[in-house]
């Protein structure tokens, strides 16, 4: 493997897995790092795990606009839900008066009197008394 292949599986690693806590502030030279290339790798790493924040940065604010999203979608929801139950109470109201109506008249059907026995009736009856009746 060449120190490039061994720099890229670094940043590969560390982007999975969370940098150690810096405790102190070091700088660092080439002397110290030994060589140019080992700084310029430094640096690579380091821009590679800037570039990480950012990504991470922009899922996290998009999964916020999803949950955002998701909060506002289950308020209308659950608004929508208290609507349903409340028309579902009124509905069930409304039929409970129409079954007590329906009850009444099946038990007192209207009395129906024929033609004839209307007019049996109102024989001796002047036409103003007969009027009246009706």
Do not use: C, H, W
């Not at 969370?18 to 102190?24: D, E, K, S, V």
């Not at 955002?68 to 509905?91: G, H, P």
């Amino acid at each position: 493997m060449t120190a490039s292949q061994l720099s890229q599986n670094k940043v590969q690693s560390t982007q999975n897995e969370l940098p150690p806590f810096p405790t102190a502030r070091v700088s660092i030279s080439p002397k110290r790092v030994g060589g140019s290339t080992e700084l310029g790798e430094l640096a690579k790493l380091i821009a590679n795990l800037q570039e990480a924040i950012v990504q991470q940065s922009s899922i996290i604010a998009s999964q916020n606009s999803i949950i955002k999203s998701v909060r506002t979608d289950l308020a209308v929801i659950k608004a929508e839900q208290q609507y349903f139950k409340n028309q579902n109470a009124e509905l069930q109201e409304t039929i409970s008066s129409l079954r007590a109506q329906l009850d009444t008249l099946s038990v007192s059907p209207p009395s129906t009197r024929s033609r004839p026995a209307v007019a049996r009736r109102d024989q001796g009856l002047s036409r103003e008394q007969r009027a009246a009746r009706r």
